[in-house]
């Protein structure tokens, strides 16, 4: 097992580097007006675009731009943001970004695994009857509305019966139920109905005929049993999802108006601001890379039969 | 036992649902009129005060810090930071004499230091050095005395390329000190501060109410080195407000200070600017109370004026003095347009032809005459000693009063005509166009073939009101000339318009909107001049150009106006530029009391909020109307007084 893990951990820091060293190169592919608005372009001499491109990093020897990157982030320095708020340490943004996000999409998360789960197991108990219609009619709705069209809806239909004001503010409490809960309506769907499916398929296997023709209660049965059984393909993903809730949802912070990480990755890229893309490029895909390893473990402990090495002959 | 967990969960969910409406029904709805909501889309990168691109930054800095003058709220200069002021009798040395109780204050409404004359000078000296922002310098550069060698100086010391013996010696430190003998901004006294201009200008004024003559505390922003303006407390106050707080993305919330020299006078307590991207959010908090005033999108607004309870409150804002105009492309890379556009009458052809009520329609179904104009100057913002308008002059005064009726297909036909018999042989070829591929950009290309039809590029954006745009007008030109003539090619760019486009001249036909920067027709036709800044066009009319100078260098307003209204006219009657319409005239509701706050086409005053009164119910369009008729009747007044 640590062989394994140590093995694992080397082609996890060698997927990152390499992904940030491509991204790295991409981003000082593009065209440098980019980066000036048409009045700045036009008001700036070519010596002080120059300056100003050097300054930020834009221009000059890659390979040396990019070990100068390497070397600093080992010593902790994220370095600062050019373009989107420029002379501000990175380290200071996503600072008073990530906590809005982490909140968000792990109260969320919460949620949505105790009432998704719930659900699914109501769903695979009553297969065929009332509960499961009702289930896929909620599931089938929030897949297949685009969520910006439901959002939206909810967020005026509620805030307005409730009299409680429309867009998140931290000093407000109240502000902060709603988009949590909005947050959690697709990810309840898609529990459920993942859960449902795995129940259903170990609903067939032999050790539960078994177990129930030996009398056991069908509630024990789901509890100890079945439902055991059946997490462990979604375990896999539960790691990723936690992680990866720090990047924010794009939808529900525009419409809430969350200062969270939802929107940064994109704006920086558009902004052209190559610094905070690359700090954010290596922050996602080490958590997506640590992520998907992470899940790999835990299925491990939840299912012992499972083994991520080939069994060595003895 | 799954009943059991339904039922707990569902007398949860239950119990969650009556707190929360317990919680909420505390509030309620009355609208507190000391406190403006307002919202803003584009966030603003930093807060230096002296680089501020867009609106949302002017609308921060212009609150929390003064200058020497501001507008009042019928637009005329009044005093702010300076008590009074004269000029020498040429117009190119101005002193100001500060008032002597105007303090800079901290992001915790504690005293700083006094605002002296010193600061001003300072402030200039942060402006000038081009490491530490990216102001705009082209208005001033050449106008104050060694400003623009000092500059350049510096731009030069910095420069990577340029070899050290053409260099000026450093170090930099001693040329920066240079600034205090060559420049010609200097503080007399601890309250005079006096600007030397390296020639006559009447309309220095206008000047002063843009951002880049701010005052500056040096010691303070010194202090904070490059982290000045990347927060509140990293910025000194000296206007009727304090930044109290600014979440990125989020919030700025400003407060009024209660030790501003002129306190008395606001009576907007605090501010709380919210960033909100969704248009469709802003009507229902509107309704709601929790925002002062909406704009209104096209189908927002024919949707509330059915409105039986909002459909009063839908009020036209003011016209800005942005205005918006089409022109043909002299260095077309099309043989075909080239061998046209040289040709007066075709371009007059152009101008009669183009239906631009149909085509202002798409973005403002009501009013959309009157959000037409025909001049390149705006309406309402110059006016000469006497309080006559510039745009009253000849031949401007004609040109407005043709209204909507340059629409005239039976003129067009004529001139059009006319340009075919110049340009063509008769049997449909085009003199001077070659047969061939034409490259617009990296990825649009087309054939041509040297005869009739004449085929035009015009170039659009992507949205869907761009598209149908671009789509009126060929039917349009299509129309009026016949598809045998003119072959109209719709052209949709990617990217940014100016750098895709407009710059490398990969167009035939396109339109933009163009700023007005300060009171005075220069601001606007010295850059239309022969490779003038935004003459995109790219025509050459010495005439033009000759009058222009001829009118700049007179010192009267009316001799200036009188030179420069000829001039105008020469490239709206000669088809250079096809004016369209105005900017702003949006649609909204608001709680704000109109024509309260400081008015004015440009620069930071007309973004204040001082002496701004609010209203507990939304203005109606009747009393809009009501105040407006005040106000012009006052306004008159004052101009004829």
């Known amino acids: 097992m640590a062989k394994y893990i140590f093995k694992r951990t080397l082609q996890s820091l060698l997927s990152v580097f390499i992904v940030v060293f491509v991204v790295f190169l991409l981003l000082r592919l593009m065209p440098t007006d980019g980066y000036f608005t048409r009045d700045d372009y036009q008001n700036m001499s070519e010596a002080e675009r120059e300056m100003y491109l050097e300054d930020i990093g834009a221009v000059g020897n890659p390979i040396k731009l990019f070990g100068k990157f390497m070397v600093d982030l080992f010593h902790g320095d994220l370095g600062e943001s050019y373009v989107l708020q420029p002379h501000r340490a990175i380290s200071d943004i996503l600072a008073e970004k990530i906590p809005y996000s982490l909140y968000f999409g792990v109260v969320s998360m919460l949620i949505s695994l105790v009432l998704g789960l719930l659900m699914g197991m109501a769903m695979a108990k009553g297969k065929g009857g009332l509960p499961d219609a009702l289930g896929t009619g909620y599931v089938v709705i929030v897949r297949a509305v685009p969520s910006l069209i439901y959002l939206f809806l909810l967020q005026i239909a509620i805030t307005g019966l409730f009299k409680i004001p429309m867009m998140f503010s931290e000093r407000n409490p109240v502000t902060w139920i709603l988009p949590t809960i909005s947050l959690s309506l697709s990810s309840i769907a898609w529990y459920a109905i993942w859960l449902r499916r795995f129940m259903v398929d170990e609903e067939n296997r032999d050790y539960v005929k078994f177990a129930r023709s030996k009398g056991m209660s069908d509630w024990k049965l789901m509890k100890s049993h079945v439902l055991r059984n059946a997490l462990v393909p979604l375990a896999q993903y539960f790691p990723l999802q936690m992680l990866l809730t720090i990047s924010g949802s794009l939808v529900i912070e525009s419409l809430y108006s969350i200062p969270g990480m939802g929107g940064l990755l994109v704006e920086a890229i558009q902004e052209m601001d190559n610094s905070l893309v690359q700090v954010l490029v290596i922050l996602y895909s080490t958590l997506g890379v640590l992520g998907v390893f992470l899940g790999d473990i835990l299925m491990v402990f939840l299912d012992p039969r499972i083994r991520l090495t080939e069994k060595e002959e003895g | 036992m799954m009943k059991k967990i339904l039922s707990r969960t569902v007398s949860i969910a239950l119990a969650m649902l009556l707190t929360v409406s317990c919680l909420s029904g505390c509030g309620s709805k009355s609208v507190n009129t000391a406190e403006y909501l307002g919202t803003y889309s584009t966030d603003v990168t930093s807060l230096i005060p002296f680089y501020l691109p867009d609106t949302t930054g002017k609308k921060v800095i212009s609150n929390v810090i003064d200058g020497l003058i501001e507008t009042d709220r019928f637009g005329a200069f009044v005093p702010s930071l300076a008590e009074s002021w004269e000029h020498n009798d040429d117009y190119s040395v101005w002193t100001f004499h500060l008032r002597k109780d105007a303090k800079w204050y901290d992001s915790k409404g504690a005293e700083v230091a006094p605002v002296t004359a010193q600061d001003f000078v300072d402030g200039m000296r942060f402006v000038a050095d081009h490491k530490k922002t990216k102001s705009d310098m082209s208005i001033i550069k050449s106008v104050i005395a060694g400003l623009g060698e000092y500059y350049d100086t510096l731009v030069d010391f910095d420069d990577p390329n340029l070899a050290p013996s053409k260099k000026p010696e450093g170090p930099r430190e001693k040329l920066e000190a240079q600034f205090d003998d060559t420049v010609g901004v200097k503080a007399l006294d601890e309250y005079t501060v006096q600007y030397t201009l390296t020639a006559p200008v009447p309309y220095f004024e206008s000047f002063l109410v843009t951002e880049i003559f701010l005052p500056n505390h040096k010691e303070f922003s010194d202090q904070c080195g490059t982290k000045f303006g990347t927060s509140p407390d990293q910025l000194l106050y000296c206007g009727a407000y304090i930044l109290q707080s600014w979440q990125r993305n989020k919030e700025f919330v400003m407060v009024k200070n209660e030790n501003y020299y002129d306190a008395d006078k606001v009576s907007v307590e605090k501010i709380v600017l919210q960033k909100i991207t969704d248009g469709a959010a802003t009507v229902e908090m509107f309704k709601r109370g929790e925002l002062t005033g909406t704009s209104l999108t096209g189908d927002q607004v024919e949707h509330y004026m059915q409105d039986p309870e909002w459909g009063q409150y839908v009020t036209l804002r003011d016209k800005s003095s942005v205005n918006f105009w089409f022109f043909p492309n002299f260095e077309s890379p099309n043989s075909e347009f080239n061998a046209f556009v040289q040709n007066e009458d075709f371009r007059l052809a152009l101008y009669h032809a183009l239906d631009r009520v149909t085509i202002a329609q798409l973005y403002n179904p009501y009013d959309t005459e009157d959000m037409l104009t025909n001049l390149i100057c705006p309406e309402d913002v110059c006016y000469d000693e006497n309080g006559i308008d510039y745009t009253d002059y000849a031949p401007l005064k004609e040109i407005k009063e043709r209204g909507a009726a340059t629409y ?169 530029i096809i004016p369209w319409e105005s900017g702003g005239g949006t649609y909204g509701m608001t709680r704000e009391i109109p024509f309260t706050a400081p008015r004015g086409g440009f620069g930071l005053s007309r973004f204040k909020y001082k002496g701004m009164q609010l209203s507990e119910e939304p203005i109606s369009a009747e009393q809009y109307k009501q105040l407006e008729d005040e106000f012009y009747e006052q306004l008159l007044k004052r101009n004829a007084g």
């Open chain 2, 408 to 576: 005239d297909p039976a003129l067009a036909k004529e001139y059009f005509e006319k340009a075919l018999s110049a340009v063509t042989d008769g049997s449909g070829n085009i003199r001077g166009a070659s047969a061939g591929e034409v490259k617009m950009g990296r990825t649009f290309s087309f054939q041509t073939d040297g005869k009739l039809p004449l085929q035009l590029v015009y170039v659009h954006g992507a949205s869907s009101d761009e598209v149908s745009m671009a789509q009126i007008i060929k039917m349009n030109l299509e129309e009026v000339f016949g598809s045998e003539n003119i072959e109209v090619i719709l052209s949709q760019f990617t990217g940014d318009k100016y750098n895709d486009v407009i710059a490398p001249g990969n167009f035939d036909f396109a339109y933009d909107n163009y700023s007005f920067k300060y009171a005075d027709p220069l601001s606007q036709l010295d850059r239309l001049t022969t490779g003038g800044a935004v003459n995109d066009g790219r025509y050459s009319l010495p005439q033009f150009d000759a009058l222009v100078k001829e009118a700049s260098e007179k010192l009267v307003a009316s001799e200036r106006y009188e030179l420069f209204a000829q001039a105008e006219g020469m490239l709206i009657n000669g088809g250079y």
